[in-house]
Structures are given as C-alpha cells and as structure tokens.
C-alpha cells in the first residue's frame, strides 16, 4: 500500500533564525584592541604621560587638537572633560571624551559624542614590577564608528594605528624621563 505524505505547509508555524544577520555585521564592525608591555618606568612615570591629556597632539598620531575643558576630584579618582581632534588625509574630526584617572593604577576615556562613534573606549592600566622601577602597561582600546564610511575605513588602519599608539605613548615617556 502507498502512503502519501500532505504537503508541508512552510508558511505557518515556527520560524527560527539560526544566526542574525544585523548582530554578525554589527559585531563585526566593533574593533577591539590589547596589548601589553614591561617598561623601564615607574608606573608614576606613565600614568603622568597618558593622564596629561592636554599633550596629546604634540605626540599621538593623527591627533590634530588636544584640550582638557574640565578636571574635578571625585573621591580617589579625577574626572576630566576633553575634547580630541583626530585627522589624516581629508578625515579630520573633533569629539568629547570622559577621562576618569586613578593615579598611578588607570586611565580609563569614554568618548561621549554619538556622532562620531557609536563606542570608543580606551584603558589604560599600571602595575608596578621588579620594585617599583618597572611598569606592566596593559592597553585597551574597543570602538566602533557610527559611519559605515568611517566603520569600512577603519579596518584598513586599525590595527596599525593601535600599535603606534602606544609607541607613541612609550616614546613620549622616554622624551620626558630620559
């Protein structure tokens, strides 16, 4: 005898995504960045280089404009208000950051400007070794632009320009302690 199977009727019932599109490409548009170094100063030393926000444009990179509009205590930590400029080629931009300084441990900067990112957070963290006279650096830095122009430019550089941060970082300290 022959059985006959009914017609699966795919337009109701379940539906189940097995992966979703938007957060994949969302993700992916999200960079993140670590890296982590032994230096030859104290963690003093390099908390005063990377807490000197003002500075910044004399020796980062791509930064074009460097200014600290507010700085207030706030219990063990110093909270500054500072605006950054970042160019290269025809790409020249300006954002707000909340930079939170815990001396000589962390130096952590939230940019606050939607516009520009949709996230941009930079850690810095200091951990003293071999008596005080060293510094692990740990560095860490995730973002994402709000411009798919922006967001599609960015995976050509970012990298490359994570890594010269913190060489700039590191020769600045050199600069003013050497």
């Known amino acids: 005898m022959l059985h006959l199977r009914r017609p699966v009727n795919h337009t109701s019932g379940q539906t189940r995504c097995f992966f979703s599109l938007g957060n994949a490409l969302r993700n992916a548009s999200i960079k993140k960045y670590n890296e982590q170094k032994v230096l030859n100063f104290t963690p003093q030393q390099v908390y005063n280089v990377v807490a000197n926000v003002d500075e910044y444009h004399r020796f980062l990179p791509f ?3 460097s200014k600290v509009y507010s700085s207030k205590p706030m219990n063990q930590y110093k909270v500054m208000q ?3 400029g970042i160019g290269f080629n025809l790409f ?8 939170t300084c815990q001396p000589t441990e962390m130096v952590k900067a939230v940019s606050m400007d939607a516009t520009l990112f949709k996230e941009l957070v930079t850690i810095w963290r200091f951990k003293p070794k071999a008596q005080g006279q060293q ?3 740990d560095f860490h830095i995730s973002f994402e632009f709000a411009s798919p122009l922006h967001a599609q430019a960015s995976n050509v550089f970012f990298d490359q320009v994570s890594k010269m941060m913190m060489k700039a970082f590191i020769d600045q300290c050199h600069h003013v302690y050497h």
């Open 63 to 65: 930064c074009t404009h």
């Open 92 to 99: 020249k931009e300006k954002y707000i950051s909340t930079v």
């Open 135 to 137: 510094c692990e650096v």
């Open 82 to 84: 500072a605006e950054l």
